[in-house]
């Protein structure tokens, strides 16, 4: 059954409620409180600019647990070589811009509509949502943003604008931070090939029932700082 959500509520529905796709709800907007709902729930915005905002919830969860990352040989060497130089939350701006220009294989268009990036911005400004940055010779070669539910750190996308760059902002975000988990949402070969792996929502569910929002938490969680 696919709900739709009331103007003046930011409820949701039981997520378990979603269609056999993950489709849960329709309609709402994207305010700041009704996004924190969202993702406490293990629910997430994912529409188009054809289509009113749509509401996710799948019955399988794609994620990756940070100890588990597999790192290559050969990008080992890529890391060891300092190719790269990376920060997190110092351009996030940066970050969801090119994440919603790059063109990506068998995809038209974007579903990071320009709704949605302010959006996650006002997140950011909040202190909510974080992004990763990698850099080369001083220029934005690559990075990655999500929101950060306690421990949880539920990814939205990433870009490469030169080979490996998001692998190395992946890695980082692993190796950097005292997290639980990553929520990559659905399945990718791409995040496959680095560990992330299916389990029951509901394994997801009882782990995101256990979080407390931190604002300013990616720093908090720093384990080098």
Same mark, same amino acid.
């Given at each position: 059954?696919?709900?739709?959500?009331?103007e003046d509520?930011?409820?949701?529905?039981?997520? +378990?409620?979603?269609?056999?796709?993950?489709?849960?709800?329709?309609?709402?907007?994207?305010?700041?409180?009704?996004?924190l709902?969202?993702?406490?729930?293990? %629910?997430?915005?994912?529409?188009?600019?054809?289509?009113?905002i749509?509401?996710?919830?799948?019955?399988? +969860?794609?994620?990756?647990?940070?100890? &588990?990352?597999?790192?290559?040989?050969?990008?080992c060497?890529?890391?060891?070589?300092?190719?790269?130089?990376?920060?997190?939350?110092?351009?996030? &701006?940066?970050?969801?811009?090119?994440?919603?220009s790059?063109?990506?294989?068998?995809?038209?268009g974007?579903w990071i509509?320009?709704?949605?990036?302010?959006a996650?911005i006002?997140?950011?400004?909040?202190?909510y949502?974080?992004?990763?940055?990698?850099?080369?010779?001083?220029?934005?070669?690559?990075?990655?943003?999500?929101?950060?539910?306690?421990?949880?750190f539920?990814?939205?996308?990433m870009?490469?604008?030169?080979?490996?760059?998001?692998?190395?902002a992946l890695?980082?975000?692993c190796?950097?931070?005292?997290? &639980?988990?990553?929520?990559c949402?659905?399945?990718?070969?791409?995040?496959?090939s680095?560990?992330?792996?299916? %389990?029951?929502?509901?394994?997801?569910?009882?782990?995101?029932?256990?979080?407390e929002y931190?604002?300013?938490?990616?720093?908090?969680?720093?384990?080098?700082?």
């Open positions: 059954m696919i709900f739709r959500l009331e509520s930011i409820l949701f529905p039981d997520p +378990r409620l979603a269609e056999e796709d993950g489709l849960l709800a329709v309609g709402g907007d994207l305010r700041i409180e009704r996004l709902q969202a993702y406490a729930l293990g %629910i997430f915005p994912w529409y188009s600019e054809e289509t009113p749509l509401w996710y919830a799948p019955h399988e +969860r794609f994620v990756l647990h940070p100890q &588990e990352v597999k790192v290559s040989k050969s990008m060497k890529i890391l060891e070589q300092n190719l790269f130089d990376i920060s997190y939350n110092k351009a996030f &701006e940066q970050v969801i811009r090119h994440c919603a790059i063109e990506r294989k068998d995809q038209e974007t509509v320009d709704e949605m990036q302010e996650y006002e997140l950011h400004r909040e202190g949502a974080h992004s990763v940055e990698v850099w080369q010779q001083g220029e934005l070669v690559g990075g990655l943003y999500g929101v950060l539910v306690g421990k949880v539920c990814g939205e996308s870009f490469s604008r030169v080979s490996n760059a998001s692998k190395a890695i980082y975000l190796r950097s931070f005292d997290l &639980e988990l990553i929520d949402q659905i399945y990718s070969a791409h995040l496959a680095m560990g992330a792996k299916l %389990i029951y929502s509901t394994v997801f569910y009882n782990l995101l029932s256990k979080q931190i604002p300013n938490g990616l720093q908090k969680l720093f384990r080098y700082s």
